[in-house]
């Protein structure tokens, strides 16, 4: 199953890519991806973690929540550049994730790197050192809500 879905991304992928629906170009899309497949089954590369198709189906609902972060984020940054008199206050701090893969940590880190605002500038183990442009952004990281939100999606708890 996970090398039938790994090959519909990527022929979806070359199909949105290319625009064009000739049956020649279609079967070459068809061709390359399977290909692919072929080659990253060869390598080893479609495990749980090169192609996390189990995630498909918490995505639906971990993505809108991630863009409405993002979105808040935004918008309170915004804030802080039009109104210069807000004041900021350059923060590092640490988080642990209690994420338990590869993945899942690198969920959890990405998210708060997409959110504005705060960006994760090392991971060890499973500490993340993160800057936040305000201090209320490292204490909304350090009470947990998006490292639940991550391990809820990854699915270890």
């Not at 309170?76 to 900021?88: E, G, K, M, N, Y």
Request: proline content about 4%; charged content about 15%.
């Amino acid at each position: 199953m996970r090398y039938v879905s790994l090959a519909l991304a990527l022929f979806l992928f070359w199909l949105a890519l290319s625009g064009h629906y000739t049956p020649f170009l279609l079967s070459a899309g068809v061709a390359s991806s399977l290909i692919c497949v072929a080659v990253a089954v060869y390598m080893g590369a479609v495990d749980r973690e090169g192609h996390p198709a189990h995630l498909i189906g918490r995505a639906v609902t971990f993505f809108p929540w991630l863009v409405w972060e993002i979105c808040k984020s935004g918008w309170a940054v915004t804030r802080i550049i039009l109104h210069p008199r807000l004041q900021i206050s350059p923060t590092m701090t640490r988080v642990n994730a209690t994420q338990r893969t590869a993945v899942g940590i690198t969920t959890y880190a990405n998210s708060i790197t997409l959110t504005p605002g705060t960006i994760t500038t090392g991971v060890r183990g499973n500490v993340l050192t993160v800057h936040a442009l305000v201090r209320e952004g490292a204490i909304d990281l350090e009470q947990g809500g998006m490292d639940a939100r991550v391990t809820r999606f990854e699915g270890s708890h």
